[in-house]
């Protein structure tokens, strides 16, 4: 059996490039690092601006590779669908909570349907429940409400219409 060895990195989509730890990393497998760097950013192009996690599967026999591309996390995904760019920093020492929008429970559906792959979950409506866990902590509101308030009124079977396939 080919033994395999598993590059994990974290790069912002179509932009990767190697860096001090990888590029020698992938020479050592007399792999062309540009060529590889250039796979991976085909593959992540469509995340472009968040990061995703991808994995550089080495066959160290056969001199050959794979790259997994993974999902970004929620919060990125969530940041995308409101179209939040990093706000300008503050005067020194100033610390400013920027309000990042409302964002529409169909948009929390949709990111839901994208990680739904990676989350422990039965059904979508636990995975947008998932979702807005992620929102709790971000300072973002759902349909105007505060992202707890959503929570209680999905438990209490309000929105059940929309997570019917």
Known sequence: MAEKDVIELLVEGG?????????PKLSAYKLNVGEVFKK????????????VPVKIIVDKEKGSYEIEVGI???ASLIKKELGFVKP????????????????????CIKIAKIKMPEL???????????VIGTAVSMPLT???????????????G???NLFKS
């Open 15 to 23: 932009k990767a490039s190697p860096g001090p730890t990888t590029a």
């Open 40 to 51: 991976i950013n085909e593959k992540t192009k469509e995340y472009e601006g968040l990061q």
């Open 72 to 74: 970004p996390p929620v």
């Open 88 to 107: 300008e920093k503050g005067a020194e020492g100033e610390k400013k909570q920027v309000f990042m929008g409302d964002l529409k429970l169909e948009q």
């Open 120 to 130: 422990l979950v039965k059904d979508l409506k636990s995975a947008v429940k998932c």
């Open 142 to 156: 759902i349909e105007g409400k505060k992202p707890k308030e959503i929570l209680k009124e999905i438990e209490e």
């Open 158 to 160: 309000k929105y059940d």
